[in-house]
């Protein structure tokens, strides 16, 4: 079975990664990813926040509009262009944003944008988002076939006037969609969060990024308790829509969940189940994110 990580901050893979050279993060990460037999990832270049909630790298564009700077991922791309592709972000407000989505088709490895702006990184505190202001962009991503993953944790309802409108766009929605870390919710209302994934299952241009369920369950792994509520979350959207990713960086960080993942856990509590058939399993685990993003192999 081919594993593909759907979302790895791949920069930042290695204690010293601020302080050493794009060549040995990129070797550290290639190793990290060997160890645990996955074979190839979307890379998500962060480096940190400006104020403006703008993920860096990145600067202003003599037009006014914020534009992403890629240094490790086309380095990443020129060394491993069969194990690592990149999604790049893009300023909705742009002056040229048709021509930036167009642009972004013709870099080498570049799949797809991101959307995660607006306060504290949640697209739906936008107050534009709520009011449509985003469908230019989006309208651009359809014409280019562009998927956009984005970030409307915990207000995912607010992406259903742009599934209706842009039915030809595949979008993808981050980390489960939900709010955590949710150790002080009643197994009740932990679960019931998942609620609202399983009501947008319907529209057929939407995917799901299925990570940090270390946040999300109640018991340490192979998180037991969470299993059969993702089973039904399955049965909604299909094996097919669904997309497994690590987000290893960031599951591994102690403080943000009370079962800090290394990147084994991430994987395996999946791939060891028995709840899921091994057709299911090879979607999840790296077909689906191949048909998403029409990554050959």
């Not at 930042?12 to 302080?19: D, F, H, L, M, V």
């Not at 407000?93 to 930036?100: A, G, I």
């Not at 943000?256 to 060891?272: E, G, K, N, R, T």
Request: aromatic share 10%.
């Amino acid at each position: 079975m081919e594993i593909i990580d759907g979302q790895l901050h791949a920069n930042q893979i290695g204690p010293n990664w601020q302080e050493v050279d794009l060549e040995t993060t990129l070797n550290a990460a290639i190793v990290a990813m060997d160890a645990v037999g996955v074979r190839g990832a979307v890379i998500d270049e962060f480096t940190g926040l400006d104020a403006q909630f703008h993920m860096l790298p990145g600067g202003h564009h003599p037009n006014g509009a914020w534009r992403p700077e890629r240094p490790f991922s086309q380095l990443a791309v020129s060394r491993y262009p069969d194990r690592f592709v990149w999604l790049s972000r893009v300023d909705y407000k742009d002056p040229d944003l048709e021509q930036v989505v167009a642009a972004l088709r013709r870099q080498p490895g570049c799949v797809g944008i991101r959307v995660h702006a607006g306060h504290d990184g949640n697209t739906w505190r936008d107050p534009e988002f709520e009011r449509g202001g985003y469908s230019r962009l989006f309208a651009a991503c359809e014409i280019e076939q562009v998927p956009v993953f984005i970030m409307v944790t915990p207000r995912v309802e607010t992406l259903e006037p742009y599934l209706q409108k842009f039915p030809d766009l595949k979008f993808i929605i981050d980390h489960i969609g939900i709010a955590w870390p949710a150790e002080d919710a009643a197994p009740t209302e932990r679960y019931s969060r998942l609620d609202k994934i399983r009501s947008l299952s319907e529209y057929a241009n939407l995917h799901l990024k299925w990570s940090h369920i270390e946040r999300l369950a109640g018991e340490p792994y192979p998180y037991p308790d969470l299993i059969p509520h993702f089973r039904k979350v399955v049965d909604a959207y299909g094996a097919e829509r669904i997309l497994w990713a690590s987000d290893h960086t960031q599951a591994i960080k102690p403080g943000l969940s009370p079962h800090p993942a290394p990147y084994s856990h991430s994987l395996h509590y999946l791939l060891d189940s028995d709840v899921f058939s091994a057709a299911e399993k090879e979607w999840m685990l790296g077909r689906t994110i191949r048909n998403v993003l029409q990554w050959k192999p």
